[in-house]
């Protein structure tokens, strides 16, 4: 399959949005209470997630696919939402919002100079350690607005990871075949480096989510492969959520 498959994906996307639009936000008035160790932790995946979608959508339209594109734009609205959620999730507990990390900033230099497919393999690294995240925030906490807005953003990644795959499914098909699979060996080595970081940072957080670190570690292993057979599979839809 070439490029030009993705008109589907805009449908399911914006299906999302009206869905979305219906329901409206959760009731912030409700609260939340959390450990402060989560709150932190959720304070941090804040910055995370309100990333450098311009940036992204610049390259998608330079990779001329205009069905491509006019998906991402969806994708990036729904990155920026999440960021609005948490944002609003840490006003109802009273917990400020970060001004930002030094690390995020850095990530996003090192985006700037890189191609479609190098930026697609580097937020794929984000994606999947943010489905794991979300997942154990979702099922980890008694809170019960922190449990709605996880669950609300862990479905919009369930669809992301495998948008990703998809066109990275494209992006590869124009290298060598040799080298497809080291990128993609070398790709889940860093997915590993960043994954052990986040694990230390978001440790005490982890814990309280009744998530011990090698268990995230290794959950997180199991879907790389899944997204990895998927990128490299002659059928890219053949994600199979690493469950
Ligand atoms: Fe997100
Ligand atoms: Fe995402």
Redesign the pocket.
């Known amino acids: 399959m070439g490029a030009g498959g993705f008109a589907k994906w805009t449908r399911r996307f914006e299906e999302e949005r009206e869905l979305r639009r219906g329901r409206g936000d959760p009731d912030w008035g409700r609260g939340a209470v959390l450990h402060p160790a989560v709150w932190a932790s959720v304070q941090r995946f804040q910055v995370g997630?309100d990333g450098d979608g311009a940036n992204l959508v610049g390259k998608a339209d330079q990779a001329g696919d205009a069905d491509y594109a006019q998906v991402v734009r969806l994708?990036v609205a729904?990155?920026q939402n999440?960021a609005r959620l948490l944002a609003l999730l840490l006003g109802a507990g009273g917990v400020p919002t970060l001004a930002g990390h030094w690390s995020d900033t850095v990530f996003v230099r090192l985006r700037r100079l890189m191609g479609l497919r190098l930026e697609l393999l580097v937020?794929m690294i984000?994606?999947v350690v943010?489905?794991r995240y979300y997942r154990a925030l979702r099922d980890g906490v008694a809170d019960p607005l922190t449990s709605e807005v996880a669950a609300r953003?862990l479905s919009?990644?369930e669809?992301?990871?495998p948008f990703?795959c998809e066109r990275l499914h494209v992006s590869l098909a124009e290298l060598p075949r040799p080298v497809r699979r080291p990128v993609m060996a070398l790709w889940r080595l860093l997915l590993f480096a960043v994954t052990l970081v986040v694990v230390v940072d978001h440790g005490p957080a982890l814990r309280r989510l009744g998530l011990g670190r090698l268990r995230f570690l290794a959950d997180v292993l199991v879907s790389a492969d899944a997204v990895v057979s998927a990128v490299l599979a002659p059928r890219p839809d053949a994600w199979s959520g690493g469950r």
């Open positions: 997630e994708f729904e990155e999440h937020l984000a994606e943010a489905l953003i919009d990644e669809r992301h990871v990703h």
